[in-house]
């Protein structure tokens, strides 16, 4: 049988942040991801020289790197350069707030020093001001180095010693010192297009691109799009095409490729994977020989010929995992479909497993797929499309262990062969034809998240009314040609898929009104640029969104007999989590096994509930064990195992020791419920709890909820109810 060929594909994007008029760059992701993840992703890949893949840099990143290596800054850069003992008080309070932007599990706690930090400026309890005073001059110069030594990449401490032995003091580091870090930082990102460019020039890996800004391509070109996923939806008030637009972010990022690394691009990861019939024509006339989107985005296009049923299996493999053709007025291309399932294992499960069962996991299904597609000629292509940047913050080491490990195990396998798309296709030509490209991206193969909101609709009002503007003043022929380029610029820029993300409910961060705020300066430099004055509509806010909770509280006391059977009295005044997305960065498409989480408090209880898709006994039976962490009080873990055997057992530890005696329950039917004492958790009203829920299979993580950080809940004392009924 032959191999199959892994065709991991990584996609590594950032919005464009800098205003180009003011000059002013409000986020640091480009740098902080820079230093970590397009540095470390590019060594890995050069640590296995018999590993092939492909990485996907969009033209908006990649012009942001050269301008940090060319002295560019950003407003994290500059409060982190200001001596500690100069600080303003605004200053101040903007580190303290700040300066702790990663996700704490992994990139704070680790870190003596800056979970020390963390700890003094008390989030949830302090206001930034009443915790910037409690700052010391050493503390603050060790939170300016912290939230930068933070995003440098594990391998870049093992290829410098120097490095090394910086995080290793630890503390108490001085100004000179600090300085030298932020001097290594931009060594650092003068490496990321280089070390690009030889493992390119090298044969290990293809470079490919993304229209310019990172553009939803289709929306561009006719809004109507839309109705084929979504018949019906409402659409923006304007729906003129934009096809010039979206020509030219095609045009100016393959020419951008090319001085950059020296040819041109064969493969384009379109963005967001978001594809139509429409454009494969424009795409084919800038010289792109192939594409990917998403597996389901096959299945629109092939009438359900190619799927999943309900368990997740693959209908008709062989036809998924191969490539195929497309095309449009005999413009063709070869088109690969990411499969989705392995993609969100790694963004979202394997953080959580030891890395080499989570690498043996991934290619043992791969493995497996090679099976389903049975013996073929062409061997099964498996296509593994992702972000590369994001997900390995939630990795305790950055991802480290889980990369070497696959990469190495997949160059020695016999039965899977790392390849490049571009290599694959020109050994096996797509001879398959999907006849007609259904319009939609890689999520839920829909543009709902980029225009299926009111307020999304109203930033392409915003947008169209600006472009008029723009088109109107070349028409008048009254104003200067670099002018008029800068004004393009700047509408292309918001042209850009990052600001609709944001907008609507579907995704949300603290960062949202920043975010609404950048979309809206860049149209308003438009006005800026040709010396005109911005309208007033643009000045007004057009995200409404809070940054919501992850989940509710209890509102009332717990009448709950833990008899595993449902009942809404018992659980009507709980708190609930529902399971979704947390990471607003990231989006995952299959479901996991924990639909939802209610708990809560009786007088003398903690109660938690699981519910899944269907009945939990059975569900979970698929489960070797069930467990409940509890960040605090710390140490402290219930662990159910035997659920398979339809005899499940629970065990109390804390500090890895059984609590004996303990009068702790479980029940698994239709729910599965929990009760612990409170005496036994030794929490007393007023103290908090943080915990998670986690289903286990062969030490693999199955779920995980909430899928990062914890529930946060206070003890309730025995006034709880009356204050809950007075508010």
């Known amino acids: ?39 470390g992703m590019a060594r890995h890949i050069e640590e296995v020289p018999e590993f092939r893949c492909t990485i996907n840099l969009v033209p908006s990143l990649l012009v942001q790197l050269e301008a940090y290596v060319d002295g560019r800054s950003d407003r994290h850069l500059d409060l982190a350069r200001l001596p500690a003992d100069g600080l303003s008080e605004a200053d101040a309070i903007d580190i303290v707030d700040h300066f702790f932007w990663c996700h704490a599990d992994t990139m704070v706690r680790p870190h003596a020093r800056y979970q020390e930090l963390h700890d003094l400026r008390g989030f949830g309890r302090s206001s930034g001001e009443d915790a910037a005073r409690r700052f010391t001059e050493r503390d603050l110069r060790d939170l ?32 000179e010192e600090k300085h030298w870090l932020l001097d290594k930082q931009r060594e650092i990102l003068a490496e990321v297009i280089p070390l690009h460019k030889k493992l390119s020039d090298g044969g290990q890996v293809e470079i490919t691109t993304t229209p310019f800004y990172h553009p939803i391509l289709p929306l561009l070109w ?60 424009p795409i084919a006339d800038v010289g792109i020989e192939w594409i990917a989107t998403d597996e389901e985005i096959l299945a629109a296009s092939t009438n359900g010929l190619v799927g999943r049923d309900g368990n997740g299996h693959v209908r008709n493999a062989s036809m ?46 791969v493995e497996g797929i090679r099976q389903a597609c049975g013996d073929s000629v062409r061997p099964p292509l498996v296509p593994i499309i992702l972000d590369g940047e994001n997900c390995w913050e939630y990795f305790g080491d950055g991802g480290v262990a889980f990369l070497r490990t696959l990469y ?89 898929s990052d ?91 299959t479901e996991g096994l924990i639909r939802s989480i209610s708990f809560g408090f009786d007088a003398t209880r903690f109660l938690l509930r699981l519910d899944t898709a269907g009945e939990a006994a059975a569900d979970l039976a698929t489960a070797d064990s069930l467990r409940v962490v509890f960040h605090e009080p710390a140490g402290l873990e219930a662990r159910v195992t035997g659920l ?12 890895g020791k059984t609590v004996t005696r303990s009068k702790a329950e479980f029940a698994a039917g239709p729910i599965a419920e929990l009760a612990i004492p ?16 986690e289903a286990l299979k062969k030490k693999q993580s199955l779920d995980r909820a909430p899928r990062e950080g914890s529930i946060e809940s206070a003890v309730p004392d025995e006034d709880f109810e009356l204050r809950e009924w007075q508010a």
């Open 320 to 365: 998924l995992f191969r490539p195929w053709v497309c095309g449009d007025d005999g413009k063709d291309l070869g088109i690969v479909f990411r499969e989705h399932a392995l993609s969100d294992g790694i963004g979202f499960h394997y953080q959580r497993s030891e890395a080499n069962a989570a690498a043996d996991d991934l290619l043992g299904k």
């Open 499 to 589: 600001w609709f993300w944001w907008y609507g409910d579907d995704h949300s961060s603290p960062q949202d009104a920043l975010f609404d705020q950048l979309f809206r300066r860049h149209l308003k430099n438009v006005y800026l640029v040709l010396g005109a004055d911005p309208p007033g509509v643009l000045d007004v806010p057009i995200s409404n969104a809070e940054v919501q909770p992850t989940h509710t509280q209890p509102t009332g006391f717990l009448p709950v007999k833990v008899d595993g059977r449902s009942s809404y009295f018992e659980w009507a005044e709980a708190g609930t989590y529902v399971s979704g997305n947390e990471r607003g960065t990231m989006t995952i498409v």
């Open 144 to 175: 300016q180095v912290w939230q930068n030594l933070t995003w440098f990449h594990e391998l870049a401490f093992e290829h410098d010693a120097e490095l090394a032995e910086f995080r290793t003091k630890g503390r108490h580091w001085t100004e």
């Open 644 to 655: 398979g055997k339809g005899e499940p057992k629970l065990k109390l530890t804390r500090d």
């Open 408 to 496: 190495r195990k997949a160059a020695e396998s016999t039965r899977v062969v790392p390849t490049r798309v571009c290599d694959y296709l020109e050994q096996h030509p797509p001879t398959d034809r999907v006849d007609r490209l259904f319009a939609g991206s890689w999520i839920s193969h829909n543009f709902a998240i980029w225009i299926g909101h009111e307020e999304d609709r109203v930033g392409w009002d915003r947008l169209h009314e600006t472009r008029e503007f723009l088109e109107a003043a070349k028409a008048s022929g009254h104003h200067d040609p670099e002018a008029l380029a800068t004004a393009q610029r700047e509408l292309d820029i918001a042209e850009g």
């Open 678 to 693: 409170r005496a036994e958790l030794g929490v007393v009203d007023g103290d908090w709890i943080r915990f998670y829920v």
């Open 1 to 39: 049988m032959t191999p199959a060929h892994l065709a991991f594909v990584w996609h590594q994007h950032q919005p464009y942040y800098p205003d180009d008029v003011s000059g002013e760059v409000l986020m640091p992701w480009v740098r902080l991801h820079g230093t970590k993840d397009y540095y």
């Open 222 to 281: 006719d809004k109507h799009a839309t109705h084929e996923a979504m018949p019906g939806h409402p659409l923006p008030e304007h729906c003129v095409p934009y096809e010039e637009d979206a020509k030219r972010h095609l045009r100016d990022a393959v020419a951008y490729h090319e001085r950059l690394f020296g040819v041109k691009p064969k493969g384009m990861w379109p963005s967001e994977g978001s594809v139509s019939q429409a454009v494969l024509g």
